[in-house]
Nanobody, 125 residues
Framework: VQLQASGGGLVQAGGSLRLSCATS????????MGWFRQAPGQEREFVAA????????YYLGSVKGRFTISRDNAKNTVYLKMTSLKPEDTGVYYC???????????????????WGKGTLVTVSS
């Protein structure tokens, strides 16, 4: 399975971006999907997850209400809509896939099967 993230860029604080992660390979709908990010000099952290059906989502507390994760199983793609962006949202955003996983298992990062290469989001103040 290959994950290709896109949509990153430079945006001013308060702005919005939408990240996409297109996948290829095994049946997309059998993967819980999610996003992680890594700020400069910091550890990678969980941001958002969505269940295989799309019916359940889970967010990092600091992005709840500002970020929305969604998926289109027909297009084998997961999205992360980010609004009201803050400088502290800056980092490389990675999509992740957990075969037959749940939102909680994905968030723990213990059972990630595949990682995308990441897309850089920079939020200026």
């Amino acid at each position: 399975v290959q994950l290709q993230a896109s949509g990153g860029g430079l945006v001013q604080a308060g702005g919005s971006l939408r990240l996409s992660c297109a996948t290829s390979g095994r049946t997309f709908s059998n993967y819980a999907m999610g996003w992680f990010r890594q700020a400069p000099g910091q550890e990678r952290e969980f941001v958002a997850a969505i269940s295989r059906s799309g019916g359940t989502t889970y967010y990092l507390g600091s992005v709840k209400g500002r970020f929305t994760i969604s998926r289109d199983n027909a297009k084998n793609t997961v999205y992360l809509k980010m609004t009201s962006l803050k400088p502290e949202d800056t980092g490389v955003y990675y999509c992740a896939a957990d075969w037959m996983g749940s939102t909680s298992s994905l968030a723990s990062a213990n059972d990630i099967d595949y990682w995308g290469k990441g897309t850089l989001v920079t939020v200026s103040s």
